[in-house]
């Protein structure tokens, strides 16, 4: 149904300015998640099957997930299974509520199948998301497939406050999300990516296992930092215990755009694809199978899922692809991918 159409849609949407079509869009969905969830069904539905599988210590219907940043606050989780992820990552949550950075701050570059965002982690706080997390599992509408919570440090924290701000987070969500996932690595938080260091790194990730209990914790990268840099990440995930990492984040890069609007911010969609498959083979090879690796970054193609299962992740996800292909994309990779080799 919702995909019937998604041409004309998709002209509508666009004329509009990019956050107040997302804003609209989220606000309509969370007016009846399961409903519009049961509509797209009609069309959609969840991954064949053969496509489930057990990674990072949860079962995944299949293996494109929803990536963090597009439901920021949970607002619709019961709808975006239908659409045919096999898993929905939530967040990022902050500590404390937070509007973000001035607007506008969201852009979409239609040329290039790209985004440029310096939101800044607006959102509603992880108290709010863990009260209605408790909901959905006690209402008994919690998904069928996994929803993992994105956790991000708050804006008024300072640097050397992290780990309590994102022990906070931890605590109030852990027990409701099926995996946590530890974000160092949006540009548009000042000193952010620092935490992507050793030190700092390693006491944030201990505060949040001392709080996630049997809830696997991941750890989410930037394309921006070095070979060197993914390897000594994967080293401490590897030595503290952590259940996967995400690769990647957002770029700074401006490479492969048509047309740079000279605008802040971090690029997603086809352009960031080159840098961030480099990034996740980095650590693939860091992690030598010691570590399970979740693919993100300008997927679009279930030629490129069946790429990056075949050299090792365990999953990927996606977010910019499916504002600018419309939203049955999840359901035709898993679709398309049921019928590619994949070695694993
Ligand atoms: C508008 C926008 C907001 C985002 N917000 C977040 C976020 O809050 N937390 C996060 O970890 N990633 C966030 N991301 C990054 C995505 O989760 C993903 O890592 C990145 O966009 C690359 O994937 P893509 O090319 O498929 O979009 C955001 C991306 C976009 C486009």
């Keep these: 149904m919702l995909n019937v159409g998604w041409p004309l849609t998709r002209r509508v949407i666009f004329s509009m300015d990019a956050e107040v079509a997302h804003e609209r869009t989220l606000g309509l969905l969370s007016t009846a998640p399961r409903l519009f969830g049961a509509l797209a069904n009609l069309t959609m539905g969840p991954p064949p099957a053969s496509l489930a599988r057990e990674a990072f210590g949860v079962k995944l219907a299949g293996p494109v997930g929803l990536a963090a940043g597009l439901d920021k606050n949970g607002v619709a989780i019961p709808f975006w299974p239908s659409l045919g992820f096999g898993f929905v990552e939530v967040g990022t949550v902050t500590a404390h509520a937070q509007v973000g950075n ?20 607006n959102n509603g706080g992880s108290e709010d998301l863990a009260h209605r997390l408790r909901q959905l599992r006690e209402s008994g ?54 935490l992507q260091d050793r030190e700092p790194l390693k006491a944030i990730l201990n505060a949040v296992l001392e709080e996630a209990g049997d809830t696997p914790v991941l750890v989410k990268l930037a394309p921006d930092l070095t070979h060197e840099a993914i390897a000594e990440v994967v080293d401490l995930a590897v030595e503290l215990g952590l259940a996967g990492l995400i690769a990647t984040n957002t770029t700074l890069s401006r490479e492969g755009l048509t047309h740079d609007p000279e605008q ?17 083979q980095a650590a693939l090879d860091a992690s030598a199978g010691r570590l399970p690796v979740v693919g993100v970054g300008g997927i679009h193609t279930a030629d490129q899922v069946a790429d990056l299962l075949s050299a090792g992740c365990v999953a990927v996800q996606l977010y910019s692809s499916l504002i600018f292909e419309g939203p049955a994309l999840p359901y035709r990779i898993h679709k398309e991918l049921g019928a590619l080799p994949v070695r694993n």
């Design 102 to 121: 001035p607007k506008p701050r969201m852009f979409r570059l239609p040329e290039d199948h790209a985004i440029l965002n310096r939101m800044g982690f």
């Design 141 to 194: 509408h919690w998904p069928a497939c996994p929803v993992g919570v994105n956790i991000g440090k708050s804006k008024i924290t300072p640097l050397d406050e992290a780990a309590d701000d994102y022990r906070t987070s931890a605590r109030r969500v852990a027990e409701l999300a099926d995996y946590l996932t530890v974000n160092v690595s949006s540009p548009n938080t000042p000193g952010l990516r620092e």
């Design 264 to 280: 802040a911010g971090g690029l997603s969609g086809r352009p960031l694809w080159p840098l961030a498959r480099n990034r996740i």
